[in-house]
Each structure stands twice: as structure tokens, then as C-alpha cells.
């Protein structure tokens, strides 16, 4: 009788798995990474048409600045690895590591896309690419190695402080607050510091600027919806963390904020196709525990958030021009699902449970915090140095012109 090699086949199956993880987190970035054309369609289908090729260039510009960025400073910060040794080093495991650099960049590199919509139409092109090299590279990696790696600061290791004190540390599993919350308020102080479009506040009234495509609004809307679900289910990085229960929770909630962003908005389009996005973004932090219901009602209130809070920045606080609600839809609604994973991620509405309210709190104020503590320092150093701002003859003829020298279509 033959003897079976035990041992040959347990080598076989770890080969295979490892090989099966590196396909499944792999599939996760490119869908995440299709998400970048989502923050860019988006972005142009509100823009005016001045402005339109400016906003595709600012975003391809900005993840390839923000790979390099993460690449040498980020992504040692965060997880204190690099990728300074040889390559057959870096193929370990079917280049899994690798491949899981690759996916946490395109969240990372998703901070600068949130800003862009935020300080469209009049800012800079290479000081706003020098400010998004800066956050990905040091902002953004430091809160990320303070939540998803539990790093320590002068020996003080916030994770483990919140588990001792409230019984659990705080719950973000797929970036409410570590991505869309931060990129929000990272995008607050762009927003503060840069000031209104010129035309937009006169004689004490809002003028406002209409959407210049609305299909392609839709389109950005739309993609983002799709590689979502990239973003969230493949947050579990291994083929056996891999949850139906996230993928339902994402959809009830980008079901709940757009159904609610409808009713609110009273059918404006482009409430309704954020709506969504402002669901998905606060389900993101606690997708893994909720219950399906439950995020309902998380991307409902999300939805309604977006809604109020644009409107009444818009019409309040003009001076305070995010062109595409990028504080409210990420920032607001960020926190509000980093809080709200704590409410019901809880047994009692429903939930798995081990998550601490206290602790979505304190965890969701520590991100706004570092947000936009580096936020200013970021861009303010640069307004002081070199501006971030178009002047006004610039801004006027838009950024297409002058910062690129073609406008998007031609009158031919």
C-alpha cells in the first residue's frame, strides 16, 4: 500500500491559501482602486465645465503622489514595515504583503480624492499635490497605526487604553472614521483656509452653482456604490475573515441613505445619488457586527445628515464653500458611524457585540482631532508659503485653462 504524504498535502493547502489570499485582498484593491474614477466622476459631474478637466487630472495625480508617499513614509508609520530588501523577500507568501500594501494604499490614497471635491474649482495644482503627499505620508498613517495596528505614542498605546478602561478598544472595521472621517475633516480645514468661490456670496445671498453633468454625477455615484463592497468585504484581508453579514450591512445601508436622501432632498438628484455614499460611508466602522436593520436606520440617518448639514452650510455659512459636500458626507457621517457602531453593533439592538460606546466615542474624537490638527498644519503651512489659491483672473477663466491649457470638450 502506498503511504500518503501527509506533510506534502498540508504543504499543498498552505500554498493553495496563501496563493487564495493574495487573489481575494488583490480583488479588493483594484475594486477599491476603480473607486478613484467614482471620487473623479463625481467630482466633474459637479464642477462647472471650467473646471471639469481639472478634476480628472487631480485625482490620477493625487493617488500616483500618494502611492509614492505611502510607499517611502505611510505605510512604515502605520505598520512599521518596509519594502527595502530584497525581492525575494517581498515574495513571501505569494507576495501577499505586497499585495496587502497595495490595498491599504488605495484607502489611503482615497484622503487627497475626499479633499479635491471638497476645494474644487479654485485651488493650486502642485502646492494641493505637495499638501497630499504630506497628509498621506504623516497624517493619515499615524492615525491609521493608532487604530489598525495599535501603535503606541511616547509609550502611550490608545487602543489598549480604551480596552482596559471601557472594555473594548474602538471598532472600526473598514474605515468610517480611520478613512472617510479623517478625509473629511482633513478636508475641513482645506475647505476653512482656502475660502469661497469667487461669485459665490453676493449682496448677501448664496448663488448657486448648478451640477454641469448630472450623468456623470450619477456615473461617479454609481461606481463608488460598486467598489464599495471591495472596500468593506475585503477589509476581512484573508479569505476566512470573509463576511456575508458586511456585504448586507453595506447594502441596507446604501439602501436606507438613499431612500431617506430622497425623501429629505425632495428628489434632488444629487442628494439622491449621495445619498448612498453618505449610507456606506458611516456602515463602514461597524458592517461586521451590525444587524442588517441596524444599518438601515445607520445609512438612513446618514443620508439625512448629508442632506441638512450641505443645506445648511450652504445657505448659513456660504464663506465655507465645499463644492461637494465632502465634510459632511465623509466627515459628519464618518464620525456618526464610527459612534453608531457602538450603538448598534451592541447585543441588545441586535448586534455581536464586544463594542464599547464610550469607546466609539473617545475613538471617533481622537480621528477629528488628529484630522484636523494636521489638516491646518498641513495647508497652512503651505497657504503661508506658496498660497494654495488661484487668483482671480485665474479662477475666473477656470483651472482647466489655466493650469492645463485645454478645456474638456471642443466646440468643433
Same mark, same amino acid.
Given at each position: 500500500?502506498? @503511504?500518503?504524504?501527509?506533510?506534502?498535502?498540508?504543504?499543498?493547502?498552505?500554498?493553495?491559501?496563501?496563493?487564495?489570499? @493574495?487573489?481575494?485582498?488583490?480583488?479588493? *484593491?483594484?475594486?477599491? !482602486?476603480?473607486?478613484h474614477a467614482g471620487f473623479a466622476f463625481l467630482e466633474v459631474?459637479?464642477?462647472?465645465?471650467?473646471?471639469?478637466?481639472?478634476?480628472? %487630472?487631480?485625482?490620477?495625480?493625487?493617488? *500616483?503622489?500618494?502611492?509614492?508617499?505611502?510607499?517611502?513614509?505611510?505605510?512604515?508609520?502605520?505598520?512599521?514595515?518596509?519594502?527595502?530588501?530584497?525581492?525575494?523577500?517581498?515574495?513571501?507568501? $505569494?507576495?501577499?504583503?505586497?499585495?496587502?500594501?497595495?490595498?491599504?494604499?488605495?484607502?489611503?490614497?482615497?484622503?487627497?480624492?475626499?479633499?479635491?471635491?471638497?476645494?474644487?474649482?479654485?485651488?493650486?495644482?502642485?502646492?494641493? !499635490?505637495?499638501?497630499?503627499? #504630506?497628509?498621506?505620508?504623516?497624517?493619515?498613517?499615524?492615525?491609521?497605526?493608532?487604530?489598525?495596528?495599535? $501603535?503606541? %505614542?511616547?509609550?502611550?498605546?490608545?487602543?489598549?487604553?480604551?480596552?482596559?478602561?471601557?472594555?473594548?478598544?474602538?471598532?472600526?472595521?473598514?474605515?468610517?472614521?480611520?478613512?472617510?472621517?479623517?478625509?473629511?475633516?482633513?478636508?475641513?480645514?482645506?475647505?476653512?483656509?482656502?475660502?469661497?468661490?469667487?461669485?459665490?456670496?453676493?449682496?448677501?445671498?448664496? %448663488?448657486?452653482? *448648478?451640477?454641469?453633468?448630472?450623468?456623470?454625477?450619477?456615473?461617479?455615484?454609481?461606481? #463608488?456604490?460598486?467598489?464599495?463592497?471591495?472596500?468593506?468585504?475585503?477589509?476581512?484581508?484573508?479569505?476566512?475573515?470573509?463576511?456575508?453579514?458586511?456585504? %448586507? $450591512?453595506? #447594502?441596507?445601508?446604501?439602501?436606507?441613505? @438613499?431612500?431617506?436622501?430622497?425623501?429629505?432632498?425632495?428628489?434632488?438628484?444629487?442628494?439622491?445619488?449621495?445619498?448612498?455614499?453618505?449610507?456606506?460611508?458611516?456602515?463602514?466602522?461597524?458592517?461586521?457586527?451590525?444587524?442588517?436593520?441596524?444599518?438601515?436606520?445607520?445609512?438612513?440617518?446618514?443620508?439625512?445628515?448629508?442632506?441638512?448639514?450641505?443645506?445648511?452650510?450652504?445657505?448659513?455659512?456660504?464663506?465655507?464653500?465645499?463644492?461637494?459636500?465632502?465634510?459632511?458626507?465623509?466627515?459628519?457621517?464618518?464620525?456618526?458611524?464610527?459612534?453608531?457602531?457602538?450603538?448598534?453593533?451592541?447585543?441588545?439592538?441586535?448586534?455581536?457585540?464586544?463594542?464599547?460606546?464610550?469607546?466609539?466615542? #473617545?475613538?471617533?474624537?481622537?480621528?477629528?482631532?488628529?484630522?484636523?490638527?494636521?489638516?491646518?498644519?498641513?495647508?497652512?503651512?503651505?497657504?503661508?508659503?506658496?498660497?494654495?489659491?488661484?487668483?482671480?483672473?485665474?479662477?475666473?477663466?477656470?483651472?482647466?485653462? @489655466?493650469?492645463?491649457?485645454?478645456?474638456?470638450?471642443?466646440?468643433?
Open positions: 500500500m502506498e @503511504t500518503i504524504d501527509v506533510s506534502s498535502i498540508n504543504s499543498a493547502v498552505e500554498t493553495l491559501m496563501q496563493s487564495a489570499n @493574495t487573489l481575494f485582498i488583490l480583488i479588493g *484593491a483594484v475594486m477599491v !482602486l476603480a473607486m459631474g459637479t464642477v462647472r465645465h471650467k473646471n471639469q478637466v481639472n478634476a480628472l %487630472v487631480k485625482i490620477i495625480t493625487d493617488f *500616483a503622489v500618494s502611492t509614492l508617499a505611502y510607499f517611502f513614509i505611510g505605510y512604515q508609520i502605520a505598520y512599521g514595515v518596509n519594502f527595502f530588501s530584497g525581492a525575494d523577500q517581498l515574495i513571501a507568501n $505569494n507576495g501577499y504583503y505586497l499585495v496587502k500594501f497595495f490595498f491599504l494604499l488605495t484607502f489611503a490614497a482615497a484622503i487627497p480624492a475626499i479633499v479635491s471635491g471638497g476645494i474644487a474649482e479654485r485651488a493650486k495644482f502642485y502646492p494641493i !499635490l505637495l499638501a497630499s503627499a #504630506l497628509t498621506v505620508a504623516f497624517v493619515y498613517p499615524f492615525f491609521e497605526g493608532l487604530i489598525w495596528n495599535g $501603535n503606541s %505614542v511616547f509609550g502611550f498605546a490608545f487602543q489598549s487604553w480604551l480596552e482596559n478602561s471601557f472594555g473594548a478598544g474602538f471598532h472600526d472595521f473598514a474605515g468610517s472614521v480611520v478613512v472617510h472621517g479623517v478625509g473629511g475633516w482633513i478636508a475641513f480645514s482645506a475647505v476653512y483656509l482656502l475660502g469661497s468661490r469667487k461669485g459665490r456670496y453676493r449682496d448677501g445671498r448664496v %448663488v448657486a452653482f *448648478a451640477p454641469s453633468n448630472i450623468p456623470f454625477l450619477a456615473l461617479g455615484a454609481w461606481v #463608488l456604490v460598486v467598489g464599495w463592497f471591495g472596500f468593506n468585504v475585503m477589509s476581512a484581508q484573508t479569505l476566512d475573515g470573509i463576511s456575508g453579514l458586511v456585504a %448586507v $450591512n453595506s #447594502l441596507m445601508a446604501m439602501v436606507g441613505g @438613499t431612500i431617506v436622501a430622497m425623501l429629505v432632498g425632495k428628489n434632488d438628484p444629487g442628494f439622491i445619488h449621495n445619498g448612498p455614499l453618505a449610507g456606506l460611508v458611516a456602515v463602514c466602522a461597524g458592517s461586521d457586527i451590525m444587524h442588517p436593520l441596524g444599518s438601515l436606520i445607520v445609512g438612513g440617518v446618514a443620508g439625512a445628515l448629508f442632506v441638512f448639514v450641505f443645506t445648511l452650510a450652504q445657505n448659513r455659512f456660504p464663506r465655507f464653500d465645499d463644492v461637494l459636500g465632502v465634510w459632511p458626507l465623509h466627515g459628519l457621517c464618518g464620525a456618526w458611524g464610527g459612534i453608531a457602531a457602538g450603538i448598534f453593533g451592541a447585543e441588545a439592538l441586535g448586534g455581536l457585540g464586544g463594542v464599547s460606546l464610550m469607546s466609539q466615542i #473617545l475613538g471617533t474624537l481622537a480621528g477629528i482631532l488628529v484630522a484636523l490638527i494636521g489638516g491646518f498644519i498641513v495647508y497652512g503651512l503651505i497657504k503661508a508659503i506658496s498660497g494654495i489659491r488661484l487668483d482671480e483672473e485665474q479662477e475666473f477663466n477656470g483651472a482647466d485653462l @489655466t493650469i492645463h491649457k485645454i478645456v474638456a470638450t471642443s466646440e468643433d
